[in-house]
């Protein structure tokens, strides 16, 4: 793999009047930087930084802001507008104007007041990202999907077991109630024989066209040089940096499958409990992607666009993100509402009351645990064995997509059978690039 992103700020920082003006620290200390009032003391507080701010790291920051022994103090952005949008939302939830913009993430890893990163940068930017804050003595929670290309998951996970860090993938409904209990009727054995897993994704797509050129703004505005980083290099446009750059294969990851997939198939392989390994093959199918695991049971990835009538087996929308795992005695269906449905009132009488505010958008409890793992130094909900199989699978599923035929695994070589061309496109060359 191309390594040219191990580039640290410290080799080529440039002083800019954002940084410098933005590092300063107040006079008067408060007392609740003292430990007092029931606030939590500065030695059991962990320091967090954000890496890229657009919507969804706000969401995931309303849910992190209300813990006391959490404080973000430092924000970087290429953008200028995200940068005072996320420094407006943290700054008013703690009363002060004291959290740091930064342009450059790489001068927010050199920060030794600093113990953690949340990064929510574009799918090109997490692997490459995570590596260099785990490589700065940071732990780490990145938004999903975490690697943009199987050798970036490898990678991603070979980093955090070198340097001992905390890792947290984004892939937050390890941590929400109705999908762990869906999971625990998997395991206890109440389905009976698990055969059958089944997954919903985006229908998987790939945009290779440029859209049109526009003047390239000021860096200070929006820095489209790091914005790219290890992408390779197009005219800018503005719609890209707004967001509409989902879909296009040089920003994806796995044409658009792991959207969802992240977390469907995720869940599917917690349920098989195979998080030490994945399907060994993949084939495309009109509406969907059939796996299969060496143990016997079937994996369906289904595309979203198909109706739910016309996939076989399942019941009823439970909200994004639905999965099922049936057995021989019973099935489960769960999903982003909150909700769960099982086949039997034998098996509904044993489900234990569900939180009303449990959905599978909830992140403040998949946070909390990355925060308690932090400090006891124990593995994640959602730890880099657990991210490395289930991000693979995807990868697999996606590339037999690509090439439309059927791919077989090899799980412990983490590569194909057979296929160098499916073997090539495991990895992608990295933009030589630099400030």
């Known amino acids: 793999m191309n390594h040219e992103f191990r580039s640290t700020r410290r080799k080529f920082i440039k002083t800019s009047t954002l940084s410098t003006a933005a590092i300063s620290f107040p006079m008067i200390i408060p007392a609740s930087a003292l430990g007092k009032g029931g606030a939590t003391p500065p030695s059991e507080r962990i320091t967090l930084g954000v890496i890229g701010i657009g919507p969804r790291c706000r969401y995931v920051l309303g849910g992190i802001l209300p813990q006391s022994d959490v404080q973000c103090v430092a924000i970087a952005d290429v953008q200028a507008t995200r940068r005072d949008e996320g420094k407006n939302l943290v700054d008013e939830h703690y009363g002060n104007r004291d959290c740091v913009l930064l342009r450059d993430f790489r001068e927010l890893?050199?920060?030794?007041?600093?113990?953690?990163?949340?990064?929510?940068t574009g799918d090109r930017w997490h692997t490459p990202a995570s590596v260099l804050a785990a490589e700065a003595g940071k732990d780490v929670y990145s938004e999903k999907p975490c690697?943009?290309?199987?050798?970036?998951?490898?990678?991603?996970?070979?980093t955090m077991a070198r340097t001992g860090r905390v890792f947290q993938a984004g892939t937050q409904r390890r941590s929400v109630a109705n999908f762990q209990q869906a999971v625990d009727l998997a395991h206890s054995g109440r389905l009976g024989n698990i055969h059958t897993l089944h997954a919903t994704v985006y229908t998987p797509e790939i945009r290779t066209k440029w859209l049109q050129s526009e003047p390239t703004p000021d860096p200070d505005t929006v820095d489209w040089n790091l914005w790219l980083g290890p992408a390779p290099w197009r005219p800018y446009n503005s719609e890209y940096v707004r967001g509409g750059w989902r879909?296009?294969?040089?920003?994806?990851?796995?044409?658009?499958?792991?959207?969802w997939g992240a977390h469907t198939v995720d869940l599917c392989q917690w349920a098989n409990q195979a998080d030490d390994t994945m399907p060994i093959s993949f084939e495309p199918m009109e509406k969907n992607i059939t796996a299969h695991y060496a143990n016997?049971?079937?994996?369906?990835?289904?595309?979203?666009?198909?109706?739910?009538?016309?996939?076989?087996?399942?019941?009823?929308?439970?909200?994004?993100c639905p999965v099922r795992f049936e057995g021989d005695d019973g099935w489960v269906e769960v999903g982003d509402s909150g909700g769960i449905e099982v086949s039997s009132a034998s098996l509904k009488n044993e489900l234990a009351p569900?939180?009303?505010s449990g959905s599978g958008l909830d992140v403040q409890s998949h946070s909390r645990d990355f925060f308690n793992c932090i400090k006891s130094r124990e593995a994640t909900a959602a730890n880099p064995k657990v991210m490395?199989?289930?991000?693979?699978?995807?990868h697999a599923a996606a590339l037999s997509w690509m090439l439309n035929r059927k791919l077989t695994l090899d799980p412990e070589k983490e590569a194909f059978v057979g296929d160098d061309e499916a073997n090539g496109l495991r990895s992608r060359p990295a933009r030589e690039w630099s400030v």
Do not use: M
């Open 109 to 120: 890893l050199d920060r030794n007041d600093i113990d953690a990163v949340l990064i929510a």
């Open 147 to 158: 690697g943009l290309t199987i050798a970036n998951c490898q990678e991603l996970a070979e």
């Open 247 to 259: 879909g296009y294969y040089d920003f994806d990851s796995g044409a658009r499958l792991l959207d």
């Open 296 to 320: 016997g049971v079937k994996l369906i990835i289904h595309f979203l666009e198909t109706p739910f009538a016309e996939r076989p087996g399942w019941i009823q929308e439970l909200g994004t």
């Open 354 to 356: 569900l939180p009303e």
């Open 388 to 394: 490395r199989h289930s991000h693979i699978a995807c």
